[in-house]
């Protein structure tokens, strides 16, 4: 079990975290936001103990693109999630690079006319499928 209990500054912005596993285990989690009010850095600290910063990258848009942290073996940033947007906005595709080795997962997300998801399609770096998920909708009047 996982809660996040969030605290946020006048104008709605998150201005940090606490992130509670099995009711014993906290993490405190501050964040940075840029002058847009977008979260830019994640400054975790467990048991004492600064975590690796975790860096939010945006596009002209505002659209959430980079999730980014630093990687020890590699001696650089490497990104743990990269999304792409279509044209309104949505998520179309989010790549998931998991810390500590070079396989990926490539998630595709396909909308209805409603703007609804419709599915999710999971790939792995030789572009076999790893799963699907399928959304049906029922509208009540």
């Not at 006048?10 to 285990?25: A, C, E, F, S, V």
């Not at 910063?53 to 490497?78: E, G, M, P, S, W």
Request: charge should be negative; proline fraction near 5%.
């Amino acid at each position: 079990m996982e809660d996040h209990l969030w605290t946020y500054d006048q104008q709605g912005i998150p201005t940090g975290m606490l992130k509670i596993r099995n009711n014993t285990d906290t993490t405190y989690v501050k964040f940075v936001t840029d002058e847009k009010g977008n979260v830019v850095e994640e400054h975790p600290v467990s048991h004492r103990l600064d975590l690796p910063v975790i860096f939010y990258y945006y596009n002209n848009d505002h659209f959430l693109t980079d999730v980014v942290r630093f990687n020890k073996k590699a001696n650089r940033l490497l990104p743990d999630y990269i999304f792409g947007p279509d044209a309104q906005g949505r998520v179309t595709s989010m790549l998931f690079l998991p810390p500590g080795t070079n396989e990926y997962q490539q998630w595709v997300y396909e909308y209805n006319e409603k703007g609804l998801r419709q599915t999710e399609t999971c790939y792995n770096k030789r572009k076999e499928l790893m799963g699907k998920i399928e959304y049906e909708y029922d509208f009540f009047k």
